[in-house]
Each structure stands twice: as structure tokens, then as C-alpha cells.
């Protein structure tokens, strides 16, 4: 199994940009499906991008303004984020597994394996 810890939310501006780290342990993410999501109050969590050995996925809303990647030597995946709208408010899990990909139940309730969230606030 894998564990997977994020870091680098923040609070930055609109137009602003911000790079969301997520480093794994216990085994390599080359070998996992890697995605990000976001939550935000009151809503499912839903995802923004993916990447595995596939290549890259994301939602029509980011596309253009984000770029998921993984470093393997550091047995990483980033987010980077530009042009960051007020919109992209939210809560960023980053989550993985290998066998399919991570998502989230009809209940909510997620699976895969999940971090505990980065904060990510777009405003004035």
C-alpha cells in the first residue's frame, strides 16, 4: 500500500499561481494511478486531473491552467496551478491506487488511498 502526504495550499490572488506537492511512501507511484481532487463545503469531492501510465487527464475547467506530473526520483506528484480563479477555492486531496483509479463512492465516501488535504484559497 501507499501513503501519500500533500503540501503547498496556500492563499494567493486571483491570476495567482500556486504548486501542490504530494510524496509518497511504502511503494512507487509509477506503478499507481495518480489523481487529484478537490472539495469544496458542502460538496462530493471531485477530481481535477489524473495521470498514470496512460498519460494525463484533466477537467475541462483547469484545463489549460494546471499540470499534474510526478517525479519519480522523488516519488512525487505536483499540481501546478496558474492563472488561479476564485473559483479554484477549495480543499486538494491527492489520492492514488493501482488497482484502477481512486474516486469517490455514489455515498461519498472515498477509496484508493487518500491524503488529508491541502486548503487552496483564491481570493482578493
Known amino acids: 500500500a501507499v501513503h501519500v502526504v500533500e503540501s503547498g495550499g496556500g492563499s494567493v490572488q486571483p491570476g495567482g499561481s500556486l504548486k501542490l506537492s504530494c510524496v509518497a511512501s511504502?511503494?512507487?507511484?509509477?506503478?499507481?494511478?495518480m489523481m487529484w481532487f478537490r472539495q469544496v463545503p458542502g460538496q462530493e469531492r471531485a477530481k481535477v486531473a489524473r495521470?498514470?501510465?496512460?498519460?494525463?487527464e484533466y477537467i475541462d475547467a483547469v484545463k489549460g491552467r494546471f499540470t499534474i506530473s510526478t517525479d519519480n526520483t522523488k516519488n512525487t506528484l505536483y499540481l501546478q496551478m496558474d492563472n488561479l480563479r476564485p473559483d479554484d477555492t477549495a480543499m486538494y486531496y491527492c489520492?492514488?491506487?493501482?488497482?484502477?483509479?481512486?474516486?469517490?463512492?455514489?455515498?461519498?465516501?472515498?477509496?484508493?488511498?487518500w491524503g488529508q488535504g491541502t486548503q487552496v484559497t483564491v481570493a482578493s
Open positions: 495521470i498514470d501510465s496512460a498519460g494525463t
Open positions: 511504502g511503494d512507487t507511484v509509477s506503478a499507481y494511478c
Open positions: 489520492a492514488a491506487d493501482n488497482w484502477g483509479c481512486p474516486g469517490v463512492n455514489s455515498d461519498g465516501s472515498p477509496y484508493g488511498y
